[in-house]
Structures are given as structure tokens and as C-alpha cells.
């Protein structure tokens, strides 16, 4: 059974950071693509970043030069370090398997709500 947990969200103000992690079990974690999503009440959910299973990156435009996705193959584990963060980061953030533009691979975990204060 897949498990997708993600954990490390919180309060903070505008301009501090977080480190969010999303532990994977029931996937082979080394071969797959991670990717981390988010979601602001009343919005869609959004592709932030992705790592795929060599360490290459991708970033939305929004995040680019602040987010840094990264991956531990040993620990199953991928993590998305937050910096510089602004009011409008403010939602649920998710982790998951991409599979193309609009895909997931596995059900959704719980998320973790990250709020930036102004």
C-alpha cells in the first residue's frame, strides 16, 4: 500500500523559511519522479517542483530562485526547502508522483498547511 506522508509546515512571517519533508513507502522511491503540489482555499491544486529520479529539477515560476526541491533515495524521503516565503505561499502542500502535466501516480496524503503571516 502506497503512503505518501508530508510533515514540516507551520506559521511564519513573511520572509522566513521551511523545510518540508514527504516520507514514500509501498514505491519504488529511486525510480520514480517526486514532486511537490500546492493548494490555496479556493484554488486548484498547483505543481510547484519536481525531481526526477536522476536530481534534475523544475520550479514554477513563482518559486523559482526561492524553493529547492531535493531528494534521500536512502530514506525514501524527498524534501522542499522554502525560503524568502510571501503571504501568497499560503496553502496546503502535497507531495506525489507526477505522471505528465496533470497526472498523479497515488492517492493524495493528508498535506501540510504552511500560513505566511504579513
Known amino acids: 500500500q502506497v503512503q505518501l506522508v508530508e510533515s514540516g509546515g507551520g506559521l511564519v512571517q513573511a520572509g522566513g523559511s521551511l523545510r518540508l519533508a514527504c516520507a514514500a513507502s509501498?514505491?519504488?522511491?529511486?525510480?520514480?519522479?517526486m514532486a511537490w503540489y500546492r493548494q490555496a482555499p479556493g484554488k486548484r491544486r498547483d505543481l510547484v517542483a519536481v525531481i526526477s529520479s536522476g536530481g534534475s529539477t523544475n520550479y514554477a515560476d513563482s518559486v523559482k530562485g526561492r524553493f529547492t526541491i531535493s531528494r534521500d533515495n536512502a530514506k525514501n524521503t524527498v524534501y522542499l526547502q522554502m525560503n524568502s516565503l510571501k503571504p501568497e505561499d499560503t496553502a496546503v502542500y502535497y507531495c506525489?508522483?507526477?505522471?505528465?502535466?496533470?497526472?498523479?501516480?497515488?492517492?493524495w496524503g493528508q498535506g501540510t498547511q504552511v500560513t505566511v503571516s504579513s
Open positions: 509501498g514505491i519504488t522511491f529511486t525510480t520514480n519522479d
Open positions: 506525489n508522483v507526477p505522471r505528465g502535466q496533470t497526472l498523479v501516480g497515488f492517492s
